[in-house]
Antibody
């Protein structure tokens, strides 16, 4: 069965850095586009970043552009999010999610991890 | 950027009631509209994709309709396990951009 397990969250000071990881299993990871989506405490969902199956195509939300970097290692079935210059407003649960596929990548997220909490505070 | 609105923001209904949530896009998004269920402390779960397609394994009491700017999500007979927040999400493909609605919290009366 499809499993996505995030790790790497924690408490970090404003201006600091953190690297999130997402370990994928139960499907052919290299065939799927992937995304990071976050949810601030008590708030709604916000898409963060998107990466193609090969890693050659990447997009970011304006709120994180220039500060966050998405990457993947298909040999390790892993997705990453390097977060630099962190701000208090980046505090959230970060989910990795698989982009649906049907004759090409689709516009929905069909599997989600359980999330990892990132807290940015002094 | 495309903005998404949802209404109501919350609702209370009785078990067995028909529940309807609407989602409106600020411009035509064709059928690029999906619905998710999020239970407290859990990750979101895909229920409906491309406006009206039921994800595999999702009970048939859930349905979606609409196209263009106006979309509807329906639970035909509310069950206790349906207590959750429901989000719509649109997809723009040039460039890829995903926007979620603000959510609708559903409670049992």
């Amino acid at each position: 069965q499809v499993q996505l397990v995030e790790s790497g969250g924690g408490l970090v000071k404003p201006g600091g850095s953190l690297r999130l990881s997402c370990a994928a299993s139960g499907f052919t990871f290299s065939d799927y586009y992937m995304s990071w989506i976050r949810q601030a405490p008590g708030k709604g969902l916000e898409w963060v970043s998107y990466i193609s199956s090969s890693g050659s195509t990447i997009y970011y939300a304006d709120s994180v552009k220039g500060r966050f970097t998405i990457s993947r290692d298909n040999a390790k079935n892993s997705l990453y999010l390097q977060m630099n210059s962190l701000r208090a407003e980046d505090t959230a649960v970060y989910y990795c999610a698989r982009v649906g596929y049907s004759y090409g990548p689709q516009g929905y997220f069909d599997y989600w991890g359980q999330g990892t909490l990132v807290t940015v505070s002094s | 950027d495309i903005q998404m609105t949802q209404s109501p923001s919350s609702l209370s209904a009785s078990v067995g009631d028909r529940v309807t949530i609407t989602c409106q896009a600020s411009q035509d998004i064709s059928n690029y509209l999906n619905w998710y269920q999020q239970k407290p402390g859990k990750a979101p779960k895909l229920l409906i994709y491309d406006a009206s397609n039921l994800e595999t394994g999702v009970p048939s009491r859930f349905s979606g309709s609409g196209s263009g700017t106006d979309f509807t999500f329906t639970i035909s007979s509310l069950q206790p396990e349906d207590i959750a927040t429901y989000y719509c999400q649109q997809y723009d493909n040039l460039p890829p951009l995903f926007t979620f609605g603000p959510g609708t919290k559903v409670d049992i009366k």
